[in-house]
């Protein structure tokens, strides 16, 4: 962790100006009929999960350019985002990818107390396959063939379940690549069947305050098809499941010039709707940082998201889900969790009285308008009086520079080689 | 319609070579274990709806280049629909749009008689504003804030019901334009349930031998959501509704780059499949004749219906929707029933045993040549053969041509000016 | 025109929150070393010309719903673009578009004097065919197979100069929709070849001071090949025609996905950008309001152009190009120009110095958020303060509201029908 | 390599029915005016590379499944290389990527001699980084902000041009992956500027018979901006550096829906096309099998081709480019290559004649039929006949699966863990 002195320091130095522009931008929202420590109040209540894969440098097939100090194991790795949420007071808790993060419960509950996290949803992994695994995923997991391939990748999300139980989640994630690369590869039908068996006898073992999220995705890994394609039998999977079961939405998963705010309307229209991995693309499931390719987009599903607040029950899972190829996942991780929240402040700003009253009324424009003065308010200030108030940093990405925690990491773990990726 | 001695006439001088061909393929074909006289059956057999507005020159938003003896009513569509099936014998049947096609249905029955024909699934209109009607649709129509609009939009599709059990239909397609053109325009949500309660009443009053086609379609007219926007939601739609109620597929109302045979393989697993407009595009709806850009994409949609021929009360209807802008349309529309027929039979010549036995060995690459080895077949021997035995043309368009049809009927309806379009 | 005591009263009620506002930001500004007053100068300075036909309600293949009070010639929508410019002050001058306005010289000279307004690039329409023309385009026009066709499209093009001279214009916009519906419709290469030959007959016609934009655009009207598709081709037509031909970029006519950013960096970098029409799209060229949908991606595209401001001789036109077919024309037209200032403004704000210190150093990160500084800045104020010191509106849109001038022009003109569109 | 026994006996039961099929197609042929045995000649001479790293299985950032007997390195390859041009005839030449391939020269061309394959163009590669590297590609390499680098990568490129000319390659081919990751990351003008500059010292030191290929793609591993981008960008490169310089164009590596045809014929029309990377996709980069998506789409671009071939000094290079997932890498090779074979022989089956004439009469209908009845043959017989005149297989997958070749290649090569990408 960070000395607080440090960060005390840092914020010292800003404080004067974030008080400037906090007041200022106070009384311009007064204007506007908007008490600005509600929405303070409501940022800093707001927290988005890490993903504990978020903190190495991520890669494509192409090569992977690590950094320095890239954690070894899950212990480092909590070590990086519990740097991540003393700066920025945005992350709470952790989503574990299993097996990458297997370790004995008892030692992952006491590192997390230790670094103040908690743990989110577990992340089962049957995309890939691990040294001395009886049957190999190269043709699918959940869907496969072959009923013993089936059944030992249902296993393991089983052993997810166990081990999630075991450490305070509540809940498991299920995203696989299985599809096909060639017209007339797979069966559609018979796949998906197959699917949405095994999913059963995983919905089966799920405790009873436990949620299921299946993921869906266009493409990659599979470059034809992929079972679970689209938010359409993303639906049609957890309709069959049944209550606990829902749809997680990963913003970079959909074909270009897709309407994802409508999606998230229809899955929290039909009571489908589980949780998101933010991100950001401009291609494909690119995994940039979330908001930097298209803040407005971000901002968009967050006027979904709170006009849907007063819905019953109504409790999606965040986390950010990013691959940081040229950055130092915990400033990309900081900063993307700031975005988050930056969206959510400006989508609670929309005077949603006067936007109902204007598209009752067919005005388009001012409509429009009403929602993108939310947006177009620079909440900057609000954020970092969140920060500042929970004990994080006004400048978490300057406190950070000004910590030499990187260089200490890198010191303690051993440099990876530059090789690796080359899959073309 | 056409003489029938310039159709035998122009056979005569094909009919030898077409039987040396079909007859190279037949002995080909029984090679592969396939009868290609059960094949040709099939084809025979297998009819596609031709639309009634197909057969005027379509156009776009800058403008429409009208050719030379455009129908004037539906009437004198009848005319030149009974021609595309005196020569083509793939297109029985015609689909009406109310109101442009609102006539005496007596009289309707009568013509249809005269030229050979029977009527497909009507079709509604509530995209545009009618002379003399009484709200507008500028800002929706079976969705529409406003209940009187909404309640119109009602009326009109029930009198669509009405005419269309005078004239022996048995089915509505409902296609609305409705959505937004700015984010913030519309309450997605309360959009998408307005447009529920009003297809309720819609299905309330559908006949119990009749079935309701919705249609998803991504965008155009409205360019930022579209309240039925994909086929998640339609099939949403079609489950709300009930058993008499499916989903529409459109081959061109897809995002870029989307499976499109998953999504029909998807609703058929569903029991929702109602049936298709097809036609083909290369960027949004284009419209473009069937199979003049993606060929192959066309061959793995009807693989799916073959695959699903088999399935209970499996029964989708099939119909052409193109915009004919640079052609002569009664030549494009014989072109494409053929090509949609092309289709059909590669799918029926795939050796679904052994493709089947492929897939369960992963063995992706014969898979794909087994599925391939279908769309490879060059299969015009069959639809030419198919057409002869029904009584018409080996080579349509040159008989078409031959018969000076156009010339005719340039004569008979008067010209159209060249002006039109312009909505830029 | 708006009767100016109506503007300074609606500007009277909100003086003293836009100087709160103002003083604010410029406090904050400063902090940031920058001065409010210089950008609010430039700013001041800056103008997008407004297309006539942007002030009729625009529509779709499929039906136009027109509002009130149409302009009915290009007198009335001279009128229009007079409100606009006086309300929002950031649309100095008109574009006109021939034959559509095609008037005596010295009359539109009046009237343009008159609303206080000027001529911008002149608009040549070879896209539609006009009452009693010779030569249809229905297969193209400076592309078409025929010389004849050629040559009448040439001389239109030339007689838009000559009209373009008379009115003080010093730029012709070419824009074809020639292209193809089919695969083998036209040989590609041929179909350019005659194009570039026609483009050398209007290039040689153009006076010393006048420039020749090319557009390019993806598709629509044509749906298979289009004979400008692309920025690439478009660069070829520019190179080609030699020092006055420059390339036009509207935003709405790229490929999915494209980095329209780059793209304008390379014309810049090879001496070819012409300028711009303006207008935002989520799909297609949707012609929606420009920064309605993707206000970053405008952002992105004026950092590269306030980044090569200094470029010796770097003068792109920019101009508006929009269909506003859900909202009140005038409205649409004084927002958009304010949409194109505001990313104007938050480029001008960028911190270049730094910036170009973060790429140096390959801080990906700080890079990123320097740049994103700029578009975070809510410059409202910078926009309001510059229409009101030149004499316009604080809040146009309000001030037009109040002053009734839609319901004077609707009872002056003639109500247009209902009909339209209908070409599908 | 294997026994040519073995391909002779499964040639001969496959003999009497190929010839069978070719008699009828050449019957049907000759009705046609065409002569089977001239167009067999041609699709005999027509040779594809094959790219060294092909005959490995492939992977993604997800993962990798490695089969059995991968080779271990370039001579490995080579005997991989040499049983898919045993078999298939088509494939005469295999391309080196450098470092990968880097052995002695007199070995490579030993060995390349003994499996009867020349070597075809040059691969260099800087999106890597590799054991002992002075500097680092991680933020770009003929592009990068530091000189060093630029320097080191300049000095690879050279490196290959040297190993190139001592075993008799002719071209060298260049792709970097260099952009960014953010909007900001990098001066976009900038890092084309050193781009340009350091291709312009590779371009210095290219012997007088060589030719340079650059290659542009729109993303991937970069996911905001990559600096040669598409095909524009990658002109301006071909004009920059001279006469021996032009572009090579990859099937996946542009935008959704573009109409790569186009770009074909534009890059013909301005004498720089290089030539080609075959494989097909669906979604992105996805280096699928070739015509395995859109058989069509590939017919298009050899049309393009085969229209060119009397230009004067035109000879594009062929390369196949594809990415093996899920297949046996040498089966996927053959049959891609055949694939390639297939479009070419359809191509050439047009009726050119008879195709400029009905584009002369704006026949749009009769244009598309007359160039949509090349690829609608059956051209397999003439592929099949090419292959076993040249000393190949009828079916060359069978005789390959009948060889044992996969399974003793198993034993000799040690398997290769089952671990493998992981960067997500």
Redesign the interface.
């Known amino acids: 962790m960070i000395d607080q002195t440090i960060i005390d320091k840092d914020n010292e130095a800003r404080r004067a100006?974030l008080a400037?522009?906090y007041d200022?931008?106070g009384?311009?929202l007064d204007?506007r009929g908007i008490d600005i420590a509600a929405i303070t109040a409501k940022v800093t209540a707001y927290g988005v999960a890490v993903p504990s894969?978020g903190v190495g440098t991520?890669?494509?097939?192409?090569?992977?350019?690590p950094g320095a100090g890239e954690p070894r194991h899950i212990f480092d790795k909590l070590d990086d985002c519990g740097v991540i949420q003393q700066l920025g007071r945005a992350t709470p808790s952790v989503s574990l990818h299993i097996p990458w993060d297997k370790e004995d419960p008892a030692d992952l509950r006491a590192k997390a107390e230790e670094v103040g996290l908690t743990f989110d949803a577990m992340n089962s992994n049957t995309?890939?396959?691990?040294?001395g695994?009886a049957h190999?995923?190269?043709?699918g997991s959940l869907s496969h063939?072959d009923a013993a391939t089936r059944a030992q990748a249902v296993e393991h999300n089983l052993e997810c379940i166990e081990i999630g139980q075991a450490i305070g989640s509540r809940a498991l994630t299920v995203w696989v690549?299985d599809g096909?690369?060639?017209?007339?590869?797979?069966?559609?039908?018979?796949q998906?069947?197959r699917y949405l068996d095994a999913m059963r006898q995983i919905y089966a073992g799920l405790p009873d305050d436990w949620r299921l999220f299946s993921e869906h995705k266009?493409?990659?890994?599979a470059?034809?098809?992929t079972v679970v394609?689209?938010?359409?039998?993303n639906?049609?999977i957890a309709k069959e499941l049944g209550e606990k079961a829902f749809c997680l939405v990963d913003l970079g998963h959909?074909?270009?010039?897709?309407?994802i705010?409508?999606?998230v309307?229809?899955l929290?229209?039909?009571g489908k709707l589980g949780g998101f991995h933010f991100n950001d693309?401009?291609?494909?499931d690119?995994?940039?940082?979330t908001g930097?390719?298209?803040?407005?987009?971000l901002f968009?599903v967050f006027?979904?998201l709170v006009?849907a607040e007063s819905v019953e029950g109504f409790d999606p899972a965040h986390m950010l889900d990013q691959?940081h190829?040229?950055?130092?996942p915990i400033?990309?991780l900081i900063?993307s969790a700031s975005e988050v929240r930056r969206a959510y402040a400006q989508a609670l700003l929309v005077d949603r009285e006067s936007?109902?009253g204007y598209?009752?009324d067919?005005d388009?424009?001012?409509?429009?308008?009403?929602?993108?003065a939310g947006?177009?308010?620079?909440v900057?200030p609000i954020l970092a009086m969140a920060r500042l108030g929970a004990g994080g940093a006004i400048d978490p990405?300057a406190a950070y520079r000004a910590s030499g925690y990187r260089a200490r990491v890198g010191e303690e773990r051993p440099a990876v080689?530059?090789?690796?990726?080359?899959?073309?």
Do not use: C
């Open positions: 100006a400037a522009d200022a931008l009384a311009s204007r894969w991520g890669g494509t097939r192409f090569a992977r350019f995309f890939q396959d691990q040294e695994q190999s995923y190269k043709f063939n690549g096909s690369n060639f017209p007339g590869q797979t069966n559609l039908t018979g998906f069947e266009m493409y990659e890994p470059f034809y098809s394609q689209d938010w359409g039998t639906y049609l959909h074909a270009p010039n897709v309407n705010e409508m999606i309307a229809r929290i229209q039909f693309s401009k291609y494909g690119d995994d940039l940082d930097s390719i298209d803040p407005f987009r968009l006027n979904e006009a691959s190829n040229v950055t130092d400033e990309s900063s936007l109902a598209q009752g067919n388009a424009l001012m409509s429009a308008a009403t929602l993108k947006f177009r308010t620079d900057e990405i080689s530059g090789a690796g990726g080359g899959i073309v």
